[in-house]
Each structure stands twice: as structure tokens, then as C-alpha cells.
T-cell receptor
Framework: GQNIDQPTEMTATEGAIVQINCTYQTSGFNGLFWYQQHAGEAPTFLSYNVLDGLEEKGRFSSFLSRSKGYSYLLLKELQMKDSASYLCAVRDRDYKLSFGAGTTVTVRA | IAGITQAPTSQILAAGRRMTLRCTQD?????MYWYRQDLGLGLRLIHYSNTAGTTGKGEVPDGYSVSRANTDDFPLTLASAVPSQTSVYFC?????????????FGPGTRLTVL
């Protein structure tokens, strides 16, 4: 099984940078995903890591260290529309996802 | 249809009633999933299907059943609803297998059991 931990809430100012950490314990690691979920909406895919290192996609970057069971999602140049929940999810060898409880990010003007 | 759809959008249900949540995708994905999302607990997998004709149990399967008669449809049935099944239910689909294959989520069904 998977045990996935991420902070419950974070607050940051528009234009700033925020880093959301995710730690996991897994019986079989087969990739890590980050999803964004706005209130009342479905989760949408942000990033995927399976090898150690940094993946960059525009203002969003995701990092993975498999040996430490650790990932982070970095949001740069924060905009008001980035206020949402960010979900860390680990895929197992059967291709099923286990999700953390999510981190609610509030961006203030 | 574009992507993945769910019906109904929301439902209020009396305890003990039977209810089927519908999910349809038009992306020809082999794998489909049902999750429930509760405050503070995140998304939890109820049942899944890797391909038409097969299903499997997830983390919280008790009280729920699924079927996968074809590629596009994956209904979730609550045989006798209980208040603890009050939740937001998300259906998802994705290509079977690993690699850069993310799951796509439907808009969700908000279910209240009284």
C-alpha cells in the first residue's frame, strides 16, 4: 500500500513562489503524479515523474527523489487562478493511483 | 460526448435505496476507475477495471459494485445506500499501463444519503 503525506494548507502572495512537499512510503513505486483541483471541479493533470530529478512545464516544476520517497511541486509567478488544491498521487505496479489528502493553496493579492 | 461524463450531477437519496451512478468515456481508454472524495481524506479508489469484462476492488469497495460490459461505460451501484456513503464520486479513465499515462477525471457526482 501507499502512505502519502502533504501539508494541508499553504498561503502565498501573487507573484511569489510556493513549494508543496509530498512524502510517500510505497510497496511498489511506478511513478508520481501531481494534479490540480479547483473547488467544485474535477482534478486535472499537472505533472509526472518516474525518474529522479526535475521536470519543468512553464510556471510549474516537479521534483522526485525515489531514494528519499520525496517529491515537490514548485509553482512560480503565482497568479490568483492558481488558488486550488494540489494532489500528490503515487502509482503502484498495478497502475493504480493512491492520492494524498491534498494541499489547499490560497493566493493573496 | 467529449471526454468523460457522469450522471447525475448531484443526488439526494434516502438511506436503504439503490442508486446507480453512470460514467461514460469516449476516449477508448481501456482502464476506468471510481473514486470517492471526502474532506480531509482525499481521493480513495473504490473499484477499477483494466479492460472491458474485468473489474477489481480498490481501497474502499464495501457497499459498492461495478460492471464493465463495454469499453465506454463503467456504472457504480450502491445496493442499499447508507449515510456514510455521502461523498463526491469521481469516475476516471486512462490508457492501461505505465509511462506518461495520466488519468482523466469526470466532473463528479455529489451524493447525499439521508
Amino acid at each position: 500500500g501507499q502512505n502519502i503525506d502533504q501539508p494541508t494548507e499553504m498561503t502565498a502572495t501573487e507573484g511569489a513562489i510556493v513549494q508543496i512537499n509530498c512524502t510517500y512510503q510505497t510497496s511498489g513505486f511506478n511513478g508520481l503524479f501531481w494534479y490540480q483541483q479547483h473547488a467544485g471541479e474535477a482534478p486535472t493533470f499537472l505533472s509526472y515523474n518516474v525518474l529522479d530529478g526535475l521536470e519543468e512545464k512553464g510556471r510549474f516544476s516537479s521534483f522526485l527523489s525515489r531514494s528519499k520517497g520525496y517529491s515537490y511541486l514548485l509553482l512560480k509567478e503565482l497568479q490568483m487562478k492558481d488558488s486550488a488544491s494540489y494532489l500528490c498521487a503515487v502509482r503502484d505496479r498495478d497502475y493504480k493511483l493512491s492520492f494524498g489528502a491534498g494541499t489547499t493553496v490560497t493566493v493573496r493579492a | 460526448i467529449a471526454g468523460i461524463t457522469q450522471a447525475p450531477t448531484s443526488q439526494i437519496l434516502a438511506a436503504g435505496r439503490r442508486m446507480t451512478l453512470r460514467c461514460t468515456q469516449d476516449m477508448r481508454h481501456n482502464a476506468m476507475y471510481w473514486y470517492r472524495q471526502d474532506l480531509g481524506l482525499g481521493l480513495r479508489l473504490i473499484h477499477y477495471s483494466n479492460t472491458a469484462g474485468t473489474t477489481g476492488k480498490g481501497e474502499v469497495p464495501d457497499g459498492y459494485s461495478v460492471s464493465r460490459a463495454n469499453t465506454d461505460d463503467f456504472p457504480l451501484t450502491l445496493a442499499s445506500a447508507v449515510p456514510s456513503q455521502t461523498s463526491v464520486y469521481f469516475c476516471a479513465s486512462g490508457p492501461e499501463g505505465g509511462g506518461y499515462n495520466e488519468q482523466f477525471f469526470g466532473p463528479g457526482t455529489r451524493l447525499t444519503v439521508l
